[in-house]
């Protein structure tokens, strides 16, 4: 019998870095790719084998690269993502990858907060305007990160039906194709904001679909963390239990629309787990109740940070659930977060963690 091959991708600070495994046991690094730049996103596309990266540069602006032959070479776009000369925008910073349903577009999601599409594997890029044009842009505001379109989450029940995440303007849903774009923000908190449950101007740090229901999703939020059952109508708060309302990355189960994990940090002055006990939180009932787990994972003088991509999961049985820290540790889960294992130590600030499993 053939074995699976797990990939981790982790995009850092200075380069993109590799790591596999057929056993989720032992694994090798490799990298860094894309040396010097930073990663904000790196994932690896099943439906064309290749891995996408966001490489971002202070000095030399940010493309969009890939690589066919899992990093020993890379292209970049013949037409880049741009703003037109008379907007009055400049690129900042690729924050996001979406490979589409189709088997060759991609999404990607940019600062300050637009939305682009490639119908040809990313060697072309098209603004969609509907959002970028949307009556209440003029009133959006930054993030601490800038602002950026930070998670797009496409509905494989309904291809015209897409969301994206905005810091710190919220969610959209567009039910066309992208040409006309709603706020779906119902019940989030922004308690930043005068207005404390605004119709849009909320910090989402993390959006999600569940697995199998298109009408489920998951948010960890600047303002606590939040679930919808009717595809962002309204949102419910689902933060009692856990020890902070702040936090970044999300994670869901595979295949349990049920099972979502989070990180808790103590708050935006102060982004390390609070107690200094860096464990994951798991829900396995939609978050009614939330457990914590820390088994193998430092419990003392952990001032870490994981940033809004740096926490996924496979899609294996059982499924394993990984992250990255800011200080360069890749910490793996072999059982659903039952137990964890340190994989990989001494990297540059961890930006993204990705997973895929090859043939």
Known sequence: MKKTKSLLLAGTRKGLFSLSSTDRKRWKLEGPFQSGKEINHAIYDRQTGRIFATANDAWFGSELVWSDDLGKSWESAKEGLAFPEDSGLKLERIWHIEPALD????????????????ADGGQNWQEVTGLTEHPSRPRWQPGGGGLCLHSIVLDPSDPQRMFVAISATGVFRTDDGGITWAPRNKGTRAEFQPEKYPEFGQCVH??????????????????GVYRTDDAGETWQEITTGLPSDFGFPL??????????????????????PPEGKLRVFRSRNAGETWEALGDGLPQSV???????????????????????????????????????????????PIYSVSVSTLA
């Open 251 to 272: 994670a869901l189960h595979p295949r349990d629309p049920d099972t979502l994990y989070v990180i808790p940090l103590k708050g935006a002055e102060f982004r390390c």
């Open 302 to 348: 952990a001032y870490c940070s994981i940033y809004r991509e740096g926490m996924t999961s496979d899609q294996l049985d059982p499924a394993g659930i990984y992250f990255g820290t800011n200080t360069g540790k890749v910490f793996a889960s072999r059982d659903e977060g039952d137990s964890w294992s340190l994989v990989a130590d001494n990297l540059p």
């Open 206 to 223: 993390k959006l999600l679909m569940a697995p199998g229901n298109s009408s489920r999703l998951f948010q960890q939020n600047h303002c």
């Open 103 to 118: 088997g060759g577009s991609l999404y990607a999601g940019v600062a300050p907060a637009a939305l682009y599409r490639s």
